[in-house]
């Protein structure tokens, strides 16, 4: 059977992938994957069967239901004795030996007794086999009995009224029994919400009997949707549906449910309880229903759904059972755009159809986006909404101020019941665009008749271009009228543009019908047209015979004309000018070819952009004209263009015209020359300066020229007046005139830079520089510098000592490098300085030898390094404190040292200044003794003289040794 299940689970998992059927709780759609006690298959399903007396109960009051936690599960060899309110004997065997536990009426434990024979007024109830053998809930099929025919697949004990799924579904859960027994069942299903499971629909169904016990121990029935808290425990995320089934059906609340309203029926059922007596009861059935719940809180989260049901607390009947089935999907409110063609309507919203009921609104603020999609105070209410559709019409992307919004937010508050006295809402955001076309057209006009239009109309929200206007199925009606009438078509024109023709000019429209991609939605309009004629444009010219630089003066002679574009093409550009003077002057310096457009003032008004301004149209008639100049003269210059400073000089000017009239100037348009009627202008200046001629043609053009004058005076300028051995700079001067360098002494690297005006040199010892300017007459100007070069550092190092005294670890460092100017220190044990000359102390003396750097730099910066390694002396001698002679190893008093010591000199002396030990062998040691006995325990004082090295000044240490025994 385990591999038959799990054979059909695949090949329904194969199927539904294949249809493209989101997996993330299929299960529950249709619940072929399940789990049950000790007999487990694939899937997310778990159930629960046992005793209604077991079920945890945190409160049993009237107007609760039982809080299930788990069941108790009973095997073949168990037994629960009941109390009950007839009187007899009766004999129980206890297969198992275990004690049997026996119940009162009130569910309260009477006694445990470990006794295979009881006898007294109870009864017993066998807790196994109560519901198709050892499975206590089971999937259902909508095609199985008991029923044949039409009856197939519907509940026999309501009559055959109730499907055992609901509309759509091939299978359900059965929940509970039909037979007494005081049984309790539940299953969970589990599941993860993702964006394809946020929107929850559970359907429901009960049969129940009505025994009347009251509400705490009938029939009950439980859904709850849990999620778990920040602790890991599971707790309901919205209120508990809790229907019991007394003398009716009641909510938690103990509020009556009316028959015949929301799907609640009732019918009477005659049954035997243990003892084979008949009893008639009431039986309610509640038709499937369902509720919806939107999950998207809990996206990403685990979710699980729990459902229980209980039969009557006492042994003798009053079964409850019910059908449950359900789903799990996106969120389905969806929006289609511009859905009305034509018409006003530009949208359709369709949100989950079939709950009970809905609430829709739309957003007076336009697009809202996060948060502020739960403030209610930006929403208004959408009176008369169809309960599963709603078409936003135009009015509603307006905003209070009247501004048309392009883009806009609806909320559904779509309602579910399953305790009527507790509605369920889920709100639900979609956002809707506005896809009707905005019109708007770019047009052209011809002076000929004809009207050109093309389509720049758009969506005003493209969902970043996914709806767009389709510009090719744009639809041009041209009509010979004012207003577009049947009959009076001239031409129908479809694409990106339109365009006719006219006969005449006049008065006529045009009809633009814009489409979106998206379908069928389009926008229409009438647009106004008028068809010109241009008028005859003509130039008047106040003079054919044009000098360079003279002013000339044109008129407009066009008939009528009120507005003038003059458009001036010449060699160097064009300009343009616009006037409503017919006249306009103006300097012609070169040939000029001018283009005049004109209009009368016949105009037409047309809102071209759709930016609700109305343009002003005209049609343009043009002319052309041609200036063109009298010759034009060349002029070179002869003489002293570079002179000396405050030397008299003189320049001439040369032209290729002969007969012209010379007069020179300071400045140009001066009226008083300051030397006239001569080609050759005299002068003597100190600065470079410009002159000015007016030469005057034969034909009495004149034209002005002018001639700069050169004062040699050079200058040299440098980057850097100071560089280092091996670095390089550069030199320039600011006259453009032609130079010539040198330098004192020879400098190589200015070979092949003689003429230039930048030179880039590197010398090696201190040089100077010199530039001249060439070309010039009777002076011979000059200008000199001079570059200092500094040597690098030459390094050299004094040290005193030269090594690392460990008993006066002080060093003098001098940095006497030549053409030293700083210095760097680095003493090799983390330490630095900058001065010159620095006494240093050392303190760590775990390496031999220590390796010290010194980087030293000149007046300029430039620096040299050198490194070298300073010896570590090390000299110490080390005495104990303490000895002990009799005992430990610490016996002998001598003083440790790793160097070797000359000049070797120990005493001991007692207390009393007698001399106990002496010694000049640095290996002989005092044990403690003198004389051959044992001296007391006492501190005794020593002398110690050494040489550190032969011949070397004696040392002294002294100190005291303490004797112990």
Known sequence: ??????????????????????????????????????????????????????????????????????????????????????????????????????????????????????????????????????????????????????????????????????????????????????????VNYTFRVTNNSRLLTIWYAIVAQAPG???????????????????????????????????????????????????????????????????????????WNKAVINLSRYLYETVRIEVSMTDCAYVNGHYGYCYIAGECGPITITSEGCVGGGSDTVGRINATPGLQGYEWYYSHDGLLLLNERTVESHYTRVEGADDSIFYSMQQHFFTDAGEQVDYNTFKCVMISYIDPDKPIRTDVYVDMQNNKPRQRADSALYCDGRIWLKESSMIPYDMGGAIVVDSSRTEWTFYDTVVPIQGHVVERDTGVVGTHLFDSSGYYCVTQRTFNSAGGCWSQRTIPVHALTPPDAAIGLSDNNVCKGSMVTLTDLTPGAVFRRWTFHTASGDRTVESFSPVVQFIADEETHVTLETHTDELFLQDTNDDGTPDSLYCYGTADTVISLLPYVVVSYTGDVICCSGVPSMVTAVTDLQGCHFDWYNYRNETTPIESNSATLHFTTTTDRWYYVKITT????????????????PTISTSRQQICTGDSTTLWTQHDLPHSWSSQPADPSLAGQESADTVIVAPSVTTTYKVGILGVTACTPTAVTTINVVPYPIMEVELKPDYIDLENPMVQFSDNSQYGATSLWDFGDGTTSTARTVVHQYSDFSQDSLLVALQTGNVLGCTSDTSFWLQVGKFAVWFPNVITPDQGTNREFMPYTVNTLYNYELYIYDRGGDLVFSSSDPNEAWDGTHNGRKCPQAAYVWVLRYCRVKDGNPTVNKGTVMVLR
């Open 698 to 713: 034969p034909a009495l053009c004149t034209q002005w020229d002018s001639v700069r004058v050169h004062v040699a005076l």
């Open 213 to 287: 016990h009251g509400i705490a121990r009938d029939p009950i029935f439980k859904i709850r949707v849990m999620h778990r808290n920040a602790v890991g425990e599971w707790q309901p995320m919205t209120d508990t549906l809790c229907y019991t089934v007394s003398t009716t059906p009641a909510t938690i609340l103990g509020g009556n449910v009316v028959i015949g309203e929301n799907g609640w029926h009732n019918l009477y059922d005659t049954v035997l309880d243990i003892y084979g007596n008949p009893h008639r009861y009431e039986v309610y059935y509640r038709d």
């Open 1 to 186: 059977m385990k591999r038959s299940l799990l054979t059909l689970a695949i090949l329904l998992l194969t199927a539904f992938s294949a249809l493209g059927q989101s997996l993330t709780c299929w299960g529950w759609k249709n619940p072929l994957h399940f789990s049950f006690y000790n007999d487990t298959v694939s899937g997310q399903y778990s159930g629960y069967t046992g005793n209604k007396l077991g079920l945890s109960c945190t409160s049993c009051a009237d107007n609760s239901c039982y809080d299930w936690v788990d069941s108790t599960f009973l095997d073949s060899n168990s037994y629960h004795i009941i109390h009950h309110y007839s009187s007899y004997d009766i004999t129980i065997p206890n297969y198992t030996g275990a004690p049997l536990t026996l119940y009162g009426a009130d569910m309260d434990t009477i006694e445990t007794r470990s006794t295979d024979t009881l006898s007294g007024r109870y009864c017993v109830h066998h807790g196994y086999g109560m519901l198709e053998d050892s499975l206590r809930w089971r999937i259902m099929n909508h095609t199985e009995g008991p029923g044949t025919g039409a009856l197939i697949g519907l509940d026999p004990l309501t009559d055959f009224n109730l499907p055992y799924c609901p509309p759509g579904f091939e299978r359900s859960i059965r929940i509970g029994q039909c037979r007494y027994g005081a049984q309790s069942e539940a």
